[in-house]
């Protein structure tokens, strides 16, 4: 099994920045990419980013481009997620994904979510 860990989030003004780090820990050599998902009230979760086991590889959703940015620190496990420009609608929790099989998609491993709140 895969553990997985949120830190970082918070309050923060529109304009302002955020970083959210996400430690895994148990099998991780069983994981492939990892990423990040949003889930904003009344709505569904969302894709927000992901990065390859290498972390040559990165995508973002549309609503982000430009203004988040995805890492990975493989010594330490952990993946990192840069938030700058924030607006209020990336008000959400955010969730910390990993892949359990090369085959895209197959999001497993969950954490239990940071709150990110934006104000305007």
């Known amino acids: 099994q895969v553990q997985l860990v949120e830190s970082g989030g918070g309050l923060v003004q529109a304009g302002g920045s955020l970083r959210l780090s996400c430690a895994a820990s148990?099998?991780?050599?069983?994981?492939?990419?990892m990423g990040w998902f949003r889930q904003a009230p009344g709505k569904e979760r969302e894709f927000v980013a992901a990065?390859?086991?290498?972390?040559?590889?990165?995508s973002y959703a549309d609503s982000v481009k430009g203004r988040f940015a995805i890492s990975r620190d493989n010594a330490k496990n952990t993946v990192y997620l840069q938030m700058n420009s924030l607006k209020p609608e990336d008000t959400a929790v955010y969730y910390c994904?990993?892949?359990?099989?090369?085959?895209?998609?197959?999001?497993?491993?969950w954490g239990q979510g940071t709150q990110v709140t934006v104000s305007s």
């Open positions: 994904g990993a892949e359990s099989t090369p085959v895209t998609g197959t999001w497993n491993y």
């Open positions: 148990g099998r991780t050599g069983g994981t492939y990419r």
């Open positions: 990065i390859s086991r290498s972390g040559i590889t990165t």
